[in-house]
């Protein structure tokens, strides 16, 4: 009886985790917040030869409302790097505006 009762908790805490949750990622969606800045989401590119930092931040920076030096500064933080060298066929997190992808 104790494990009948064990199974159903832990079904219950489950269903009311996975709603929550749910809820979570359905309102983090918003294109924009309520203050009117552009939601931010990431994602992860793949590094091609020619690529930088610089146009990498070209690309994905006006929609986020950055300039360029912010958003490259931001990509550093992001992924721990200490320079601005970056190698093709890595991949490299990048920050963009739901409007863009």
Do not use: F
């Not at 990622?25 to 020619?50: C, N, Q």
């Not at 990509?75 to 505006?97: E, F, P, W």
Request: glycine share 8%.
């Amino acid at each position: 009886m104790k494990r009948i009762s064990l199974i159903i908790a832990l079904a219950a805490v489950l269903t009311l985790g996975v709603t929550l949750l749910g809820g979570l990622r359905i309102s983090s969606r918003a294109a924009v917040h309520s203050d009117g800045a552009p939601a931010v989401y990431y994602t992860s590119i793949r590094i091609h030869e020619g690529d930088t930092l610089w146009n990498i931040a070209e690309e994905y920076a006006p929609d986020l409302g950055m300039s360029l030096d912010e958003y490259v500064d931001r990509l550093k933080q992001m992924n721990r790097l200490r320079g601005d060298t970056i190698h093709a066929g890595c991949y490299l997190t990048v920050m963009y505006s739901a409007g863009l992808r």
